[in-house]
């Protein structure tokens, strides 16, 4: 992100939810008045993004590849506790268990994805409540 005042390259907001702000031209008394009584004010983004998020579109490959796992791990759990039956309760129960692991490592993936999906609306939010100053 780049300083409303100086334009200079900054990875910290120093400002407030009005300004973004240098740490130099944070450090000005003149300009964090000017701030504090919303004189200054970010230059428009243009609104809400349309481009392509490649960190949430990685992400949502990287859930999908968890649940496709999780499917996998079910899925031979299943298959090996209906093969197992004649092999008794213990054998059963190791492939039940098996199943229960496939399960929560899909639950895992979906809450990757949910996760991401959440990040992606907050900043869509932020872009708007940005433009709205």
Same mark, same amino acid.
């Given at each position: ?47 809400p993004s349309t481009t392509v998020d490649f960190s949430t ?6 859930? +999908? =590849? *968890?649940?496709?796992? /999780?499917? @996998?791990?079910? %899925? ?26 496939? +399960? =929560? *490592?899909?639950?895992? /993936?979906? @809450?990757?994805? %949910? ?19």
């Amino acid at each position: 992100m780049k300083c409303d005042i100086c334009n200079a390259e900054t990875g910290i907001n120093y400002g407030n939810s009005n300004a973004v702000l240098c740490n130099g031209c944070s450090s000005s008394e003149e300009i964090m008045d000017q701030v504090a009584a919303g004189l200054i004010k970010p230059a428009p983004t243009g609104g809400p993004s349309t481009t392509v998020d490649f960190s949430t579109q990685s992400t949502h490959k990287i859930a +999908l =590849l *968890i649940s496709i796992i /999780g499917w @996998v791990v079910f %899925s031979l759990g299943a298959v090996g506790s209906l093969l197992m039956l004649s092999g008794g309760p213990p054998a059963v129960l190791t492939c039940v268990g098996f199943s229960i692991s496939g +399960l =929560l *490592i899909i639950a895992a /993936g979906e @809450v990757t994805k %949910s996760t991401a999906e959440n990040a992606a609306h907050s900043r869509e939010i932020l872009k708007i409540m940005r433009d709205k100053t």
